[in-house]
């Protein structure tokens, strides 16, 4: 059975910097696409960064240039380093993989900005 788990959230004033981790189990993960969402108060949960088994990398637009995903496959974990926080990136963090199907989600971990 894979399992996420994500840790690294918190409390961080607005400029400030974060990294999250989704340590991922059960789960061979070098093939695995790996992503992080985000869900905001009343919004949809959103896509922030991808990586694929090779290395490549997506981003939402709204982060570009701000976060950066990588994985560790000796580790069996991915990470998204965050830095110049704004309030707008507040919200439940959740670590998914993706592909190959099924997509297995972790249970989020909470990032809050503060202005």
């Known amino acids: 059975q894979v399992q996420l788990v994500e840790s690294g959230g918190g409390l961080v004033q607005a400029g400030g910097s974060l990294r999250l981790s989704c340590a991922v189990s059960g789960s061979i993960f070098r093939p695995d696409v790996m992503a992080w969402y985000r869900q905001a108060p009343g919004k949809q949960r959103e896509l922030v960064a991808l990586?694929?088994?090779?290395?490549?990398?997506h981003y939402a637009d709204s982060v570009k240039g701000r976060f950066t995903i990588s994985r560790d496959n000796a580790r069996n974990t991915v990470y998204l380093q965050m830095n110049s926080l704004k309030s707008e990136d507040t919200g439940i963090y959740y670590c998914?993989?993706?592909?190959?199907?099924?997509?297995?989600w972790g249970q989020g971990t909470q990032v809050t900005v503060s202005s």
């Open positions: 998914s993989k993706s592909l190959p199907p099924p997509a297995v």
């Open positions: 990586i694929a088994s090779d290395f490549s990398t």
